[in-house]
C-alpha cells in the first residue's frame, strides 16, 4: 500500500510518495515498514530503526528524515497510525485473504466451544472443551489440549488516549500454537498485532488463567504457571520454567532453562540457566543473601 492511498484518511499531506509492505513499533522485526514519530524526543532512535520504508511525523520533523523514501506529515502521528491500523485490519485484505474455518475431523470440539468461521485451523487429534473460544488467526496444531475457558486469538492491551476518549490498537497478527501443547482452563493468549504470530513451542504448557500477550514467543517445553502474565513482544527460550502469578514485562529475552520463581517480577532479560526471584526480580542467590542479611 501507498502513503498516497491512505492520505486522506489520515489528514496527512505526503512529502514524498512511496509503497509499504507492514506497520509497526520501533521495535517490530519487519520489513519495509511504516512507523511513527510524535514528537522530537523519539527523533534519535527513530531514524535507528532497522526496516523502515516510510515515515509518518508531525510537520516539524520532516526535516530529520531525508534518507527515508516514504514521508508524510499529519498534526497527530499515534492517532492516526492506531486509525491507519483499524482500517487496514477491519476493512482490507492487509494481512492476508479470509479463508474459511478448517477443522481436521479427527479434532474433538465440545458443542459449546466458539470457533470463528474463518482465518482458524485446528490439526488433527485436537482437543476443544467446553467454552473455549477461538479467534481469527489462530493455527492449532495437532495433538493440543485446549481446557475448559481458556480464549485464543485475543486482542492484547494496546491502548492510546486520545483528547477524552481511549483508542484500542487493532491487531492483524495471528496465534501459532504448535503440537502437543496444552492449555489449561481460562488461560488467554493474545494475537500479534501487526503481521506477526504470538507462537506457543512444542509441548509447553499454560497454566489456569495464564495470560500470554501479543507476539510472546514461548519456545519447547516451557510451563508457565497459574496465573502468570507474560507481556508482549518477550522472547521465551525452550525448557523455561515460569512460576504461578510470576510477572515478565515486554520486550525482554528470557534464557533456555532458565526458571522465574512463584511471584517474581521480572523487568530485565534473564540469561540461560539463570533462577531468578523476588520483586523485583534478581538473581536467585543474590536475593537469598539479601534477604538473609535484612533477617
Same mark, same amino acid.
Given at each position: 500500500?501507498?502513503?498516497?492511498?491512505?492520505?486522506?484518511r489520515?489528514?496527512?499531506?505526503v512529502?514524498?510518495?512511496?509503497?509499504?509492505?507492514?506497520?509497526?513499533?520501533f521495535?517490530?522485526?519487519?520489513?519495509?515498514?511504516?512507523?511513527?514519530?510524535?514528537?522530537?524526543?523519539f527523533v534519535?532512535?527513530a531514524?535507528?530503526?532497522?526496516?523502515t520504508?516510510?515515515?509518518?511525523c508531525?510537520p516539524?520533523?520532516?526535516?530529520?528524515?531525508?534518507?527515508?523514501e %516514504?514521508?508524510a506529515?499529519?498534526?497527530?502521528?499515534? =492517532?492516526?497510525?492506531f486509525?491507519?491500523?483499524?482500517?487496514?485490519?477491519?476493512?482490507?485484505s492487509?494481512?492476508?485473504?479470509?479463508?474459511p474455518t478448517?477443522?481436521?475431523?479427527?479434532?474433538?470440539?465440545?458443542?459449546?466451544a466458539w470457533?470463528?468461521?474463518?482465518?482458524?485451523r485446528?490439526?488433527?487429534n485436537?482437543?476443544?472443551e467446553?467454552?473455549?473460544? =477461538?479467534g481469527?488467526?489462530?493455527?492449532?496444531?495437532a %495433538?493440543?489440549h485446549?481446557?475448559?475457558g481458556?480464549?485464543?486469538?485475543?486482542?492484547g492491551f494496546?491502548?492510546?488516549?486520545h483528547l477524552?476518549?481511549?483508542l484500542?490498537?487493532?491487531?492483524?497478527?495471528?496465534?501459532?500454537?504448535?503440537d502437543?501443547v496444552?492449555?489449561?482452563?481460562?488461560a488467554?493468549i493474545a494475537?500479534?498485532?501487526f503481521r506477526?504470530?504470538?507462537?506457543?513451542?512444542?509441548?509447553s504448557?499454560i497454566?489456569?488463567g495464564a495470560?500470554v500477550?501479543?507476539?510472546?514467543?514461548?519456545?519447547?517445553r516451557?510451563?508457565?504457571?497459574?496465573?502468570?502474565?507474560?507481556?508482549?513482544?518477550?522472547?521465551?527460550?525452550?525448557?523455561?520454567?515460569?512460576?504461578?502469578?510470576a510477572?515478565i514485562s515486554?520486550l525482554l529475552? =528470557?534464557?533456555?532453562?532458565?526458571?522465574?520463581?512463584?511471584?517474581?517480577?521480572v523487568?530485565q532479560?534473564v540469561?540461560a540457566?539463570?533462577?531468578?526471584? %523476588?520483586?523485583?526480580?534478581?538473581?536467585h542467590r543474590?536475593?537469598?543473601?539479601h534477604?538473609?542479611?535484612?533477617?
Amino acid at each position: 500500500m501507498r502513503l498516497s492511498e491512505m492520505a486522506s484518511r489520515l489528514q496527512a499531506t505526503v512529502v514524498r510518495d512511496a509503497e509499504f509492505l507492514n506497520l509497526g513499533f520501533f521495535f517490530d522485526d519487519l520489513p519495509d515498514k511504516l512507523i511513527f514519530v510524535m514528537a522530537p524526543g523519539f527523533v534519535s532512535a527513530a531514524q535507528k530503526v532497522i526496516g523502515t520504508k516510510c515515515v509518518l511525523c508531525t510537520p516539524e520533523l520532516a526535516s530529520c528524515f531525508p534518507n527515508v523514501e %516514504g514521508l508524510a506529515t499529519t498534526a497527530d502521528p499515534r =492517532i492516526a497510525f492506531f486509525r491507519l491500523q483499524q482500517f487496514l485490519v477491519e476493512d482490507t485484505s492487509f494481512y492476508g485473504a479470509p479463508f474459511p474455518t478448517e477443522i481436521h475431523s479427527s479434532a474433538q470440539i465440545h458443542p459449546r466451544a466458539w470457533i470463528a468461521t474463518s482465518n482458524v485451523r485446528v490439526g488433527p487429534n485436537t482437543v476443544v472443551e467446553a467454552n473455549v473460544v =477461538i479467534g481469527e488467526g489462530s493455527l492449532i496444531g495437532a %495433538g493440543v489440549h485446549v481446557r475448559a475457558g481458556s480464549i485464543l486469538g485475543a486482542e492484547g492491551f494496546q491502548p492510546a488516549r486520545h483528547l477524552d476518549e481511549v483508542l484500542q490498537m487493532a491487531h492483524g497478527g495471528g496465534l501459532c500454537v504448535q503440537d502437543n501443547v496444552e492449555i489449561f482452563a481460562n488461560a488467554v493468549i493474545a494475537r500479534s498485532v501487526f503481521r506477526q504470530m504470538t507462537t506457543l513451542g512444542e509441548h509447553s504448557r499454560i497454566g489456569n488463567g495464564a495470560f500470554v500477550s501479543h507476539n510472546v514467543q514461548l519456545g519447547k517445553r516451557c510451563f508457565v504457571g497459574h496465573n502468570s502474565t507474560i507481556n508482549g513482544n518477550t522472547t521465551v527460550g525452550d525448557d523455561v520454567w515460569i512460576g504461578p502469578s510470576a510477572t515478565i514485562s515486554n520486550l525482554l529475552r =528470557i534464557g533456555d532453562r532458565s526458571r522465574i520463581s512463584l511471584g517474581a517480577v521480572v523487568i530485565q532479560s534473564v540469561p540461560a540457566d539463570a533462577h531468578v526471584t %523476588g520483586m523485583t526480580a534478581l538473581e536467585h542467590r543474590r536475593m537469598l543473601r539479601h534477604v538473609a542479611s535484612i533477617g
